[in-house]
């Protein structure tokens, strides 16, 4: 007995059961895919709003940057003990993205202090951010002779330049890039006397019949060169120290007759320095050192031994002395490479011979005919000047 194919009833319902399914199914994903765009797309803006007010304040940053190296020496008159604005307009190309606004206040710290300078960047699309940096003014050494007071030169003294990073000294190949700047005048006697560079002075430039190859510039802007803390007491010990005599308590260091006096590597805080007679004072690896008080370095002189190439950086001499007629007292030297830091002090160079690196003093002397060879690689020294100490993102 043959059996047919038998129809489920109503099977012809299936095919619009299995269509409303899949249809429904399809909305929903088109539902969720135009949801899921919305989202990315608000997230996307507000993405780009974020980063729109991080740049901008990044910007201001930058902006805040280039002011206080142009302003360094209206320092000072950033120490506000709370943030202060800082009027600083953003560049038109930046009216369509946003615009940012900067504080700068004291943030403390030993010399000039350092300067806490904070941007909001705030972009059209409401998006903010807020970047805070520190900055730090540093000694630095732009020329053969600086002072934030007056400058003679006179005796025939010469200023030069050369680069220790690229080769020693030399007079025959000797650059003319060792100018001289003061906050006040600048007298330069006898007619065999040279500057060899610019003549820069917040007075007036008195050349007389002496010579200067560059610029001279009177009634320039002042200068700023941030203060020496004083190191001490306590003073050093007398470790690294050989020669000479050295008291550790009066942090006095002597030298008298033919004593020879060396330095190790490392920072020295001292009262003060006296190299009388023929005693030296020599450095055998890169020092650091301090002082309180008067210091003669006269003597025998300095002698920098730290190899075959010395430069002015190995011995960098600092005083936190103020005074507008004492401070310190140096005389060259074929090895008297160093530099001398000394910005309320007053700095005397004694003799005719050479001394190889620069000067910073509160008033600088060279009327005994000192050749001053400014050694250029300090301004690739590193920290120096107006400098960024850190950065970082509030929000």
């Known amino acids: ?4 194919p038998r129809l489920l009833h109503d099977e012809s319902g299936i095919a619009l059961v299995t269509g409303l ?3 429904i ?3 929903a994903l088109g539902v969720f895919a135009i949801n899921a765009a919305i989202v990315h ?3 996307s803006a507000s993405l780009k709003a974020s980063k729109q007010g991080f740049y901008l304040a990044d910007a201001g940053i930058q902006h805040a940057s280039r002011f206080l190296a142009n302003h360094s020496h209206q320092w000072p008159t950033y120490a506000y003990t709370t943030a202060q604005s800082l009027a600083l307009t953003p560049v038109a190309a930046l009216s369509d993205i946003g615009t940012y606004t900067v504080t700068i206040q004291n943030a403390g710290g030993a010399g ?3 300067r806490k300078v904070q941007s909001t960047g ?4 409401k998006g903010q951010a807020v970047i805070e940096a520190l900055f730090g003014n540093n000694p630095s050494y732009p020329g053969a002779f600086s002072s934030q007071g007056k400058i003679t030169v006179g005796g025939g003294a010469i200023t030069d330049s050369f680069d220790s990073g690229v080769a020693p000294y030399d007079a025959a190949t000797a650059g003319h890039a060792g100018s001289v700047r003061a906050n006040r005048d600048i007298t330069i006697l006898g007619t065999n006397t040279q500057v060899q560079g610019n003549a820069t002075a917040g007075g007036t430039v008195s050349a007389g019949a002496g010579q200067v190859t560059g610029t001279i510039t009177n009634g320039a802007s002042l200068q700023y060169f941030p203060p020496v803390p004083p190191c001490g007491p306590p003073y050093s010990s007398g470790s690294g120290i050989t020669g000479g005599s050295y008291d550790a308590t009066s942090g006095d260091l002597q030298g008298t007759s033919h004593d020879a006096i060396t330095l190790a590597a490392g920072t020295y805080c001292f009262h003060s320095v006296s190299l009388a007679g023929t005693s030296t004072l020599t450095v055998t690896g890169k020092v650091q050192l301090y002082v309180i008080d008067k210091s003669d ?3 025998g002189g300095i002698i920098n031994a730290a190899d075959i190439n010395p430069k002015a950086a190995d011995l960098q001499i600092f ?7 004492q401070g310190i007292t140096i005389v060259g030297g074929s090895a008297a490479y160093a530099t001398i830091y000394a910005p309320n002090a007053y700095v005397k160079f004694v003799g005719n011979s050479d001394f190889y690196g620069a000067v910073v003093g509160g008033g600088d002397d060279d009327t005994g005919g000192a050749k001053i060879h400014y050694d250029e690689a300090l301004k690739r020294l590193p920290h120096a000047g107006l400098v960024m100490m850190s950065w970082r993102q509030v929000f």
């Open 1 to 4: 007995m043959k059996h047919g």
């Open 21 to 23: 399914i899949l249809l």
């Open 25 to 27: 199914g399809l909305t």
């Open 41 to 43: 797309q608000d997230i």
């Open 112 to 114: 000039g202090g350092s």
């Open 122 to 125: 705030t972009s059209s699309n």
């Open 297 to 299: 370095f006269t003597g």
């Open 319 to 325: 005083s936190s002395l103020a005074s507008s007629s």
